[in-house]
């Protein structure tokens, strides 16, 4: 089974975000509106192998309400692609993403992720050797160069490393997220796809924050699918064709808040503690006409207990 090719088309893929799309998260998004497929946090394999794994492992939870389900790597090291492949395909997972698009500096300093794009050796062995290590179907999520636009000579070699599918975000590693998406070089991207790899699943991200804009972009430029991040803390309702967090009264969107603390802290409970989930609070007060007075009374909260106590009040107002 190729799960990019069973795929129905279009695709709609929830971004694989650090901090934010753990399998708490994807689970309360699931409930709302499952996308085509999930990605988890990018995964070290490096890290996988060595004594400080028990820090990783558990970015590679998941449950079977979020599948089909990628594991998304990053990491310098071959061998550690190989291996870890085969313990994601024994866990049950339906493909593997290579992360070469983090801009993290520390990151790309070291060479890895998006560093990769000026290193194709290296390149081609990680996809390689990822390949050797299971069956799964193999993407890779990158963006269009380092300090300069680059899209023509690095996707046109990952385009002939024969990978399932290429997802591409279009700015450089510079740009971060500072300036608007070069969408231009999605058709550039398209065509190469055309000539050198034409099985090959292209996906866009950047810069699309709704289902709209998504269609949008996948008739203009001919993609088979897009990736969508930033749209989630909006509306976690993102890829529902149905409903949206607006429609959703102040007493629903709590209860959906409560609901994602509940299992936050379920889960856990013994590796991150309760005020990491602060940040998601905004996305059920988006557009609230008190949103910031409700926010700001979520944040003073310190447990689950707490947070129902102040959501009892919130109710109220």
């Known amino acids: 089974m190729n799960i990019w090719k069973d795929l129905p088309k279009p695709i709609f893929a929830l971004a694989p975000m650090e901090g934010v799309t753990d399998t708490v998260f994807r ?16 995964t070290n394999v490096d890290g996988l192998f ?16 979020e599948k089909p389900i990628i594991a998304q790597l990053w990491g310098m090291q071959p061998h550690n692609y190989s291996k870890a492949a085969k313990v994601i395909q024994n866990m049950g997972f339906d493909g593997i993403d290579i992360n070469m698009g983090c801009p993290q500096k520390s990151v790309v300093k070291r060479g890895a992720c998006a560093g990769l794009i000026h290193n194709k050796k290296l390149a081609g062995e990680i996809i390689n050797a990822t390949k050797n290590g299971s069956k799964l179907p193999i993407s890779v999520k990158t963006r269009i160069g380092i300090d300069k ?18 997802i591409i975000h279009p700015r450089t590693v510079r740009e971060q997220s500072n300036t608007p998406a070069h969408w231009e070089e999605i058709k550039t991207a398209v065509l190469l796809r055309n000539k050198i790899a034409p099985q090959t699943i292209l996906i866009g991200n950047g810069d699309v924050i709704s289902l709209e804009e998504a269609y ?5 430029f001919g993609l088979d699918g897009i990736m969508m991040g930033r749209g989630i803390f909006r509306d976690p309702f993102l890829f529902n064709e149905n409903l949206s967090l607006e429609n959703l009264s102040l007493g629903k969107r709590l209860d959906l808040l409560l609901e994602h603390a509940a299992l936050f802290e379920k889960t856990w409970e013994r590796y991150k503690h309760f005020p990491i989930l602060k940040k998601f609070f905004k996305i059920y007060t988006y557009g609230l006409n ?27 107002m």
């Not at 636009?149 to 290429?166: N, Y």
């Open 27 to 42: 689970q309360i998004v699931a409930s709302c509106g499952k996308p085509s497929v999930f990605f988890t946090e990018f």
């Open 50 to 65: 060595s004594k400080g794994k028990s820090k990783v492992e558990h970015r590679l939870i998941f449950k079977p309400q």
């Open 149 to 166: 636009i680059e899209t023509q000579a690095w996707i046109s070699f990952l385009l002939e490393q024969r990978i399932d599918a290429l």
């Open 216 to 220: 949008k972009k996948i008739e203009e």
């Open 290 to 316: 008190n949103a910031k007075e409700t926010r700001k009374m979520l944040m003073e909260a310190n447990n689950y207990e707490e947070t129902v106590k102040i959501c009892s009040v919130a109710k109220q």
